[in-house]
């Protein structure tokens, strides 16, 4: 593993079901970063953790979760897919606040789409 | 609120400079930083600005002004592969980015 990766590439999904989209890095990053890209918007934050163990809420946190079990992984969880959350995933992880520019750098990212 | 503000769309000539331009306004600032994305690919880091003036890297140079709120990236020599959207994001004072919507920048030989 070199960087980010994320999993799956891709994904159709029922609406209702229950998905998780893997995030795992290998840079020894305290902070890492979900967020979701739409056409015509800017990337929007969904949840983020500053260091393994804690998590917070970003700009649009409704119907995801998220778990920071170790330093390596930040699973992004839909509880119940619904057609809105139709959109390109991306995962990211920096050093973490406060540590120089704390530059983001981010994962190939998960194209999900939800009928 | 926070706003980033830049271009939907520019279009320019290979061989030739380019300056994407990104106001903001945000609660608190942290730095400024500017992404390079290809069409189905993920953001790729180009620069950082924290205090105003210019920086240079290669072909690319990022200025800041923050009295003004505002940033621009110049791309100089421009090349068919420089053809993506371009990013800028101002790290407000939660340390969270504040994302603008992206320039698509448009290469035409």
């Known amino acids: 593993i070199a960087g980010i990766t994320q999993a799956p590439t891709s994904q159709i999904l029922a609406a209702g079901r229950r998905m998780t989209l893997r995030c795992t890095q290998d840079m020894r990053h305290n902070a890492m970063y979900w967020y979701r890209q739409d056409l015509g918007l800017g990337l929007r934050l969904i949840h983020y953790?500053?260091?393994?163990?804690?998590?917070g809420k970003g700009e649009v946190p409704d119907g995801y979760s998220v778990s920071r079990a170790n330093t390596d992984d930040f699973p992004l969880t839909l509880a119940s897919a619904v057609p809105s959350q139709t959109s390109v995933y991306f995962c990211?992880?920096?050093?973490?606040?406060?540590?120089?520019?704390?530059?983001?750098?981010f994962g190939p990212g998960t194209r999900l789409t939800v009928l | 609120g926070q706003n980033i503000d830049q271009p939907t769309e520019m279009t320019a000539t290979e061989g030739a400079i380019v300056q994407i331009n990104c106001t903001y306004q945000t609660s608190g600032f942290n730095g400024l930083f500017w992404y390079q994305q290809h069409a189905g690919e993920a953001p790729t880091f180009l620069s950082y600005n924290v205090l105003d003036g210019l920086e240079e890297k290669g072909r690319f140079s990022s200025f800041l002004s923050r009295s003004k709120g505002y940033s621009y990236l110049l791309l100089k020599e421009l090349q068919m592969k420089d053809s993506a959207s371009y990013l800028c994001?101002?790290?407000?004072?939660?340390?969270?980015?504040?994302w603008g919507a992206g320039t698509k920048l448009i290469i035409k030989p």
């Open positions: 990211a992880s920096s050093a973490g606040p406060g540590q120089g520019a704390d530059t983001q750098y």
């Open positions: 994001a101002v790290k407000d004072s939660n340390y969270q980015l504040i």
């Open positions: 953790s500053n260091t393994a163990g804690t998590t």
